[in-house]
Each structure stands twice: as C-alpha cells, then as structure tokens.
C-alpha cells in the first residue's frame, strides 16, 4: 500500500529564509508525485507535480527514488507563501486511479 | 477554478439526520471523488466514481454512500449523520487515464454535527 509522510506539522521560517518542506512516500510502483496548497480557507489548488519539473511561484521539487523523497524548497520565502502545503502520490489500481495525501505541513512566513 | 461547485457551503445539522452533499462539474471530467479535511489527519478519500454509476470506496468510507447518475453530478450522502463526521468535505475531479493527471478541487464544504 502506497504511504505519504510528511515529518512536520507546523513550519515557521522568516521572509527571505529559504524553506523545505518534507515529503517521504512508501509506494512498490513509478511514483507520480504532487505538491498541492491550500491558502487560508481556499480550495485545494496543485502547485507542480514532479512529471512536469516546472518551477511554480519559486518553489522547485526533486523527486529522489533513492531516498523516496519529493521535498519542496523555495531559496527565499515571502509573506504569501503561507498556507497549507500537501505532498500527494498518484497510484493506479486496475483502471482506477487515486491520490493519496500526506497530512500535511502549515507554513508560516514571518515578516 | 476548473469548474466545480459543491453545494451547501456550510451546514448545520443534528445526529441522526441524514445529510447529502452534491458536486457539480462542467468539465465532463471521467473522474470525481469525495475527501475529508481534518486537523492532524490531512485529507482522506471517502469515495471515488471512475464513471456513471460506477463507484468505489476509499479509505474512510463507513457511514457514506455515493451516487452518480450523470457525468457532471456526484452525490455524498451521510444516511445517518454523527459528530465524527464534523469535517470540510472537498470533491475533486480528473480527466484520469493516467497516475500523472491533476486532480481539480471545489471549494468545500464545512458541516457541522451537532
């Protein structure tokens, strides 16, 4: 069974410090990897995904098979990073297809 | 926003009623699905539907059921609604056909079991 787990549950950095936020996944197949946010109060919305390797408001993600890794880092973080942040991983089950969740890391960027 | 309305966004109730919760797409999207938010357990999938009429249970899918009737409608009903199920609940949609496709979130819904 696949697994996402993210170590912290609360985050606080200063603005212009750099930030990582951690994700390990437990999965037997090709992971496909995703970082979603959730600002104060607002729906879910994907901030990248590794397949695409974009670089999404300054936040960059590697996926390390090795390490079963996908950490999320920005070099210098801004008051507006705040939010909620999700690493997911897609899994396929016969022709059905599903993300599962970490629980999640709360950001605070202080000023 | 990718098209997806739930409705109600916010609901009051007491234990023992029954409470259904609808999402509604425009994309004609293939997939939908029904999460819960919680504090310290992030978000869990309650239901899925890979097509019309056909669904599946996730991982916390007691007290639950799902209809889809048509492509752009996905039901949550809580038969008998308990305080345990005091959550945000969020419906997402995707084109699926392959593990690299984004899932699309609503705008949530919170309920209360009083």
């Known amino acids: 069974a696949q697994r996402v787990t993210q170590p912290e549950k609360l985050l606080s950095v200063f603005k212009g410090a750099p930030v990582e936020l951690k994700c390990n996944y437990s999965y037997s197949g090709s992971p496909e990897l995703f970082w979603y946010v959730q600002y104060s109060r607002q729906r879910l919305q994907l901030l990248l995904r590794?397949?695409s390797r974009e670089s999404i408001k300054g936040f960059t993600a590697d996926l390390n098979k090795g390490e079963t890794s996908f950490h999320l880092k920005k070099p210098f973080a801004q008051e507006e990073d705040s939010a909620m942040y999700y690493c997911?991983?897609?899994?396929?089950?016969?022709?059905?297809?599903?993300?599962?969740f970490g629980k999640g890391t709360l950001l605070t960027v202080n000023p | 926003d990718a098209g997806i309305t739930q409705s109600p966004r916010h609901k009051v109730t007491e234990t023992g009623t029954p409470v259904t919760l609808r999402c509604h797409q425009t994309?004609?999207?293939?997939?939908m699905y029904w999460y819960r938010q919680d504090p310290g357990h992030g978000l869990r999938l309650i239901h899925y539907s890979y097509g019309v009429k056909d669904t599946d249970k996730g991982e916390v899918s007691d007290g639950y059921s799902v209809s889809r009737s048509k492509t752009e409608d996905f039901l949550l009903t809580l038969e008998s609604a308990t305080s345990s199920q005091t959550s945000v609940y969020f419906c997402?949609?995707?084109?699926?056909?392959?593990?690299?496709?984004?899932?699309?979130f609503g705008p949530g819904t919170r309920l209360t079991v009083l």
């Open positions: 997402a949609i995707s084109r699926g056909g392959s593990t690299g496709d984004t899932q699309y």
């Open positions: 590794h397949i």
């Open positions: 994309e004609n999207h293939r997939y």
């Open positions: 997911a991983l897609s899994s396929r089950g016969g022709s059905n297809y599903k993300l599962t």
